[in-house]
Nanobody
Framework: QVQLVESGGGLVQAGGSLTLSCAASGIIFNIDAMGWYRQAPGKQRELVAAVTSGGRTNYADSVRGRFTISRDNAKNTVSVQMNSLKPEDTAVYYC???????????????????WGQGTQVTVSS
């Protein structure tokens, strides 16, 4: 059974920094993108940052230049370093892992998507 365990959320003052980490346990075949989403009260869940297995990154415009995502393919972990935090960054942050469909040893695996339970980040002004 796959589980995504997040850590690193908390309360920080504006201008401060936090690092969120996510570790995937269980067997996940063909991991492709790993990333972070967030959802603020009354708003839709949105992409924060993601990184593919090949190292290509994608950032929301609102965090580009302040957040840096990284992953360790050997350990199936993904982290995001968040600097210069703003009150509008306050949200529940969710780890996301996507696997792509394909054959491994003659067995076909469908694409899957996994979510963490979420970790609260609160930035005070």
């Amino acid at each position: 059974q796959v589980q995504l365990v997040e850590s690193g959320g908390g309360l920080v003052q504006a201008g401060g920094s936090l690092t969120l980490s996510c570790a995937a346990s269980g067997i996940i075949f063909n991991i492709d993108a790993m990333g972070w989403y967030r959802q603020a009260p009354g708003k839709q869940r949105e992409l924060v940052a993601a990184v593919t297995s090949g190292g290509r990154t994608n950032y929301a415009d609102s965090v580009r230049g302040r957040f840096t995502i990284s992953r360790d393919n050997a350990k199936n972990t993904v982290s995001v370093q968040m600097n210069s935090l703003k009150p509008e960054d306050t949200a529940v942050y969710y780890c996301n892992v996507r696997s792509r469909a394909g054959y491994i040893a003659g067995i076909y695996y469908t694409s899957k998507e996994y979510w963490g339970q979420g970790t609260q980040v609160t930035v005070s002004s």
